[in-house]
């Protein structure tokens, strides 16, 4: 750790050229290059953000598992982002991680963003603020953070290839601000992304020199996304350190070759290497005075070290992770149906099929295996054990793909064990290894010396009769058996390098087949390994689909039989996940029908939405109460649970504006023209361009209930404040309810008459203050002087506009009751 620049130096002189332009190339997937000469051991990292998976793809291998990033910026919470950080970084360490791959600070800039529940907000004030704070959480327990993907990679469609046009204005105070406020808060890395802006691939591209380490001054490592880098002297030449995965790929001996003929300058690998090697002695990993060596790949430092126990598997992990799912929850609407009181239920109707399979986590490379997972049904029944009866009925099918076989469903043919055999064969059929797992997603299946083919075999085990869909997915020469009869075979060639769907969501290829109840039968999918398809092998099973009409029926007849209903509908794994950029919002017609349904039958109706992003709820006048709850981690039951029976208040605001329909957001587009995707939208995404444009979303960026009221009583500014300079603002607030609550008081800047292009209105800081019955409290909100500033694209530099301001402070960026004058005076440089 107190390794000095000097030291550094004098390692560095150790190395030849040569060995220092190998090391700036992974060793493997996931580790960097060790150098015994140096003392320098191997990093070891991880993806994030809502947990840390480690090194494999293994459902073995169990990880705590946070809320998404989406809901912990619906937090408003600093404190409590930065402990979830420090949680994260005790898993790190418990696997042997040094680094993990997060936060991800990329907009929401359209609500079709695919990866939305894994970027924090639309503004890039929130998103820097809460960033900031996992970054430190982070790197307080002796774990790199990774600030990603920079810059303007906000979507998925055609993300290795597309070309972001942005104006140098919009770049600087909204895409690049939050990665400004990670670098301030001393992030170790930066991830260069996949896409290309103004013209230059992001892994070549000099904003990865300016501003990132000349104005900034940023002295940690540049790592490239994984396969992002596609050429030797460009991105060498440029700010890259660290080109990942390894040890394949245009670094390695190529970056050597191109330093010895003198195309990349030794005093450019000199600086990359300098970076690591400051990297590893921030990590302890330099020098021989390291921590100890991480444990083998796969295995758990937990093992290696008593001492350090599982997170997920203690009060330490599963506390912090309740308290986030009721901190990050956001009441949208209620009509007096919430909390309910668990003493005069008799009766409750859980209704739909994401209660019982609550979607916990996006889909893609960030995804994890959490040791256990709470289901909204389980925690009310838990909420409600020994006081009511929980009635539950799944409702129709939602729309979507079949999923993976699970272990409720099969049984591994060779032990009877509940699960999937997996075999590894040769290319005469000869088996290499064989194992159970748990169910029938499996992304990397062992290699073996001679590896040919992948088999996962499962026993199936009908509880339904009629037709099923079964599938394979994968890519390559594929086939699908039920007892011994070909359901499909072909050659299924990958349309796309994107390792998010070559490695963690390939697409499956269906058949159907007639299944009995209580006739077993035995599904065999095979796939064979070739160069460039990957080996992610996944087997899908799903019963006939319900009658719509009925299970509407019965699930209205529950409703109306209980003293309350909770209906849950959210999104599907291949509706939002890496890779894919989503087409509408809406949650299918099913799944709005039930909502309809639901609330028909019974007005205390709480629809609870499971979705990372934003969806369509035309029905949302129509229920007793809307709560969100996100992707909500492992313990997503039990905190929602404390929400509905108000043990505790649901303490989230929104983080991106939520529109009644697609065609009312401003900002929609995602698909790239030509391969070029204009931000034409400049400064205007999010709340301020629904302002712009004089629309009303259904549900305001910053909106929330909580369990009592608020009254905005008083706003006092500074008569003046100088260029360059922060102020302070006093928000005085009162409660107005029966509850003791928690408020989030925004405070807002506006520049009514001013000779630049401005938002109506932006996000300047935030506070929130707590307060009894009754009671009166002043927020205290700082508001930094960047928040005054614009970019000068003339100057290439920070410059605020002297005269009158306008300070707002209320509950959301569409209902700011109080307002004030501020007058800034010398417009000398900020």
Known sequence: MGTSDEEIDRLLGKLTPRARALLLTGATTWRTMAEPAVGLRELVMSDGPAGVRGEAWDERNTSVLIPSASALAATWDEELVERLGGLLAAEARRKGVDVLLAPTLNLHRSPLGGRHFECLSEDPELTGRIGAALVRGIQAHGVAATAKHYVANDSETDRLTVDVRVGERALREVYLAPFETAVAAGVRLVMAGYNAVNGTTMTANALLTDPLKSEWGFDGVVVSDW?????????????????????????????????????????????????????????GALGGHDSPRPPAKGASRGAEHPSVPAPSRTREGRAPARRAVAAGTVLLANREVLPLDPERLGTVAVIGTHAARTRTQGGGSAGVFPHDEVSVLDGIRAGLRGRARVVHVPGPRPDGPAPPLGQDSCTDPRSGLPGVLLRMLDADGRELYA???????????????????????????PRTAGRWTLGVAGFGRMS??????????????????????????????????????????????????????????????????????????EAARAAGAADAAIVVVGTTEHGESEGYDRTSLALGATQDALVRAVAAANPRTVAVVNSGGPVELPWREETGAVLLAWFPGQAGGEGLADVLFGRAEPGGRLPTTWPAALADAPVTRTRPAGGRLDYDEGLHLGYRGWLRHHRTPAYWFGHGLGYTTWSYEELTVPAAARAGDGLTVHVRVRNTGARAGREVVQVYLARPVSRLDRPVRWLAGYAAVRARPGETVTATVRVPARALCHWSVQEHAWRTEAGRWRVLAGRSAGDVPLVADLEVVDGSVA
């Open 435 to 461: 194992e159970r797992r748990r169910g029938g997603r499996l992304l990397e299946p062992r290699l073996v010396p001679g590896a040919h083919t992948v088999e996962i075999g499962a026993r199936l085990r």
């Open 480 to 553: 699908l058996t039920l007892d011994g009869r070909t359901l499909l075979a072909g050659d299924f060639p990958p349309l796309t390098d994107d390792p998010a769907v070559v490695h963690v969501n390939p697409p499956a290829q269906y058949a159907t087949a007639d299944l009995a109840i209580g006739q077993d039968a035995l599904l065999v999918a095979r796939r064979e390994l070739a160069p460039g398809t990957g080996r992610a092998t996944v087997v899908v099973a799903a019963p006939p689909a319900p009658d719509v009409a009925a299970s509407l029926s």
């Open 227 to 283: 396969g992002a880098v596609r050429g030797t002297v460009d991105t060498a030449r440029a700010g890259l350190d660290l080109a990942m995965p390894g040890p394949d790929g245009p670094w390695g001996e190529a970056l050597a070759r191109a330093v010895a003929d003198g195309d990349v300058p030794e005093a450019a690998v000199d600086d990359k290497a300098r970076r690591l090697l400051r990297l590893a002695a921030r990590l």
